[in-house]
């Protein structure tokens, strides 16, 4: 738990610093496998700032029991609760999910196109990003079914209206994917203050291109997370 709520802790700071995180209002967890096979949840405590996390400060419940809890009670954002519950019930094994209220991507999830291929950024990420309708906030509303779906497979969310919400299978994928998006979406803007139409690709340029890239993730994530930490956090994270 100690190494998972370190890195989680890191990742948090780091799209704290970024400014991607909308104060104490957004939230981030992660599922994880203790030495006895049970799954646990560790998430973000409600009223802090993403860059005063420490290790100490994740709140963790084992997965099986956390229909039965309380949010309040445990001190975390009841609407996050409610979508990080389900997140997790529906994968069932470790991963990483965030929301937050970034800017840009924010503003292309309320036009209608949704995110364009504009950017190779955005061409890795299209085939994994789904727009969903804004129903109001997660504690009263029904989970719109194709949410639903991108909680299992993974991938990306343009929430209308609302923010953006990323489903991963590990925190540095999850860090990743939060962040190419928001650069993918204030490069689309860009592009789009300057008048006319944007070029974009064919259709099975981009579906090609973006498979060739999905194969580079991992390895891509885990080298963008430890930059991230070494430049933002000043920490000795190896190279």
Known sequence: MHLVNAKMTDAWRILGQLNYVDAIFNHISTAWVDG??????????????????????????????????????????ADGYKLHRLIHKVRARPGSALHTHSENALAVGTTSAGLLPVSQTAIELIPETICVEYQGLF???????ALMRLFETGGVSLLRNHGLLVVAPNIEEAVYLQHYMEVACRVQILALSLGGSPLTPPDHVVTQTATELRKDRAAAAEKLFKAFQRVLLNTRASR
């Open 36 to 77: 006895r096979g049970r799954i646990f949840v560790s998430m973000n405590p409600d009223g802090v700032l993403a860059v005063e996390m420490t290790p100490s400060d994740w709140i963790t419940v084992p997965l099986d029991e956390i229909d039965k809890l309380n949010p309040e009670k445990l001190g975390v954002n």
């Open 139 to 145: 504690r009263e509303a029904e989970i719109d079914p």
